[in-house]
């Protein structure tokens, strides 16, 4: 559940600031030796700085990656959100597009497997996850994306990070107010049907984002994004008010209570963790430590509450949706 607002990203580089941080590109390498008695000449390149040292091979060569902002990366790499499923031609046609305008980019798909127009989920989802990939990744969210007046197609540098998508709240939920650069798109689209943005905008924003070019070329700062704000626990002197945020393909129910949070609540105390009318006693290590079939609770490695059952379906078993009230109650 989440309530709907507009505010200002806490930062917008500037068309000057942003040239100062591109890195040089295009710089000559000398000519190095290696023990084989050959050589590497030099050459113009804008690929990134790469070191090869063995104990038979001493070589040593200075390349450069396109810029990206603050970050580099050995290969470029484009991540892909989406609601789409894999049945329909949807994926294919814009990974297709994206290699016929790179043939060398990585692609990895996060999911296609979220509910249709289910923003909550998909940010649970992206947040959980890009930080795992290498500083200056391309991340494409296409969910919900037709454009307009009041959700405009953007793109968003963040934390090492890109991602373009719209401006539907779903980055104020994926990134909080951690922005420090955003501007509105203000490239042509590569068809005249305004229904499949991703291919025909965001890949295209994408690419040239790979290729080097600063956002600041691909359209003018955007101050009054849209935010989306999660609903937070509540707190007073005994108990911690949570709610089921994510239900993930398991049916293991997350909450938004986190273990710093509980930890900081709990001042040693005993507890009980209440929810659709069954209760819980302890915090387990793993899901095997309770038997076969049996309820647990647990701090997964999202560092939220997790309801469990142990290869079951704690959801379905339970008839705990989305939504639903998790209470803890220090005794």
């Known amino acids: 559940?989440?309530?709907?607002?507009?505010?200002?990203?806490?930062?917008?580089?500037?068309?000057?600031?942003?040239?100062?941080?591109?890195?040089?590109?295009?710089?000559?390498?000398?000519?190095?030796?290696n023990n084989f008695g050959g050589t590497i000449s030099s050459f113009e390149t804008d690929f990134s700085i790469f070191a090869l040292k063995s104990a038979e091979t001493h070589l040593a060569a200075t390349v450069w990656l396109p810029p990206m902002g603050n970050s580099r990366i050995a290969m470029a790499i484009i991540t892909l959100t989406s609601d789409w499923g894999t049945s329909d031609y949807y994926l294919a046609a814009v990974k297709g597009t994206i290699l016929s305008q790179m043939p060398d980019v990585q692609i990895v798909d996060i999911s296609h497997h979220i509910r249709p127009?289910?923003?909550?989920?998909?940010?649970?989802?992206?947040?959980?996850?890009?930080?795992?990939?290498?500083?200056?990744?391309?991340?494409?969210?296409?969910?919900?994306?037709?454009?307009?007046?009041?959700?405009?197609?953007?793109?968003i540098y963040a934390n090492g990070h890109y991602f373009v998508g719209t401006d539907n709240g779903i980055f104020s939920m994926i990134l909080g107010d951690e922005m420090d650069e955003v501007v509105e798109l203000d490239i042509p689209q590569d068809s005249d049907f305004f229904t499949f943005s991703t291919r025909d905008r965001f890949v295209k924003a994408a690419v040239q984002i790979i290729k080097g070019v600063p956002l600041s070329s691909l359209g003018?700062?955007?101050?009054?994004?849209?935010?989306?704000?999660?609903?937070?626990?509540?707190?007073?002197?005994?108990?911690?008010?949570?709610?089921?945020?994510?239900?993930?393909?398991?049916?293991?129910?997350?909450?938004?209570?986190?273990?710093?949070?509980?930890?900081?609540?709990?001042?040693?105390r005993?507890?009980?963790?209440?929810?659709?009318g069954y209760k819980l006693y302890k915090i387990q290590s793993g899901y095997n430590d309770v038997g076969i079939a049996d309820l647990l609770a647990l701090f997964g490695a999202h560092g939220l509450l997790e309801i469990a059952i142990n290869q079951g379906k704690a959801a379905s078993l339970c008839g705990i949706e989305r939504n639903n009230s998790v209470v803890v109650t220090f005794l």
């Open 117 to 155: 127009f289910d923003l909550e989920s998909a940010a649970f989802t992206v947040r959980n996850c890009y930080r795992a990939f290498p500083p200056g990744t391309v991340h494409i969210i296409g969910i919900n994306t037709e454009e307009s007046v009041e959700t405009p197609h953007i793109a």
């Open 270 to 276: 005993a507890f009980e963790i209440y929810f659709g």
């Open 1 to 33: 559940m989440t309530l709907v607002k507009k505010f200002r990203p806490k930062a917008v580089m500037t068309n000057k600031i942003a040239r100062k941080q591109q890195p040089a590109v295009g710089k000559k390498i000398p000519t190095v030796s």
């Open 220 to 268: 003018d700062p955007h101050e009054n994004l849209m935010q989306r704000i999660l609903f937070q626990p509540t707190i007073d002197t005994n108990t911690i008010k949570g709610m089921v945020i994510h239900i993930d393909a398991y049916e293991n129910l997350i909450t938004n209570i986190t273990e710093k949070l509980f930890r900081s609540e709990r001042k040693g």
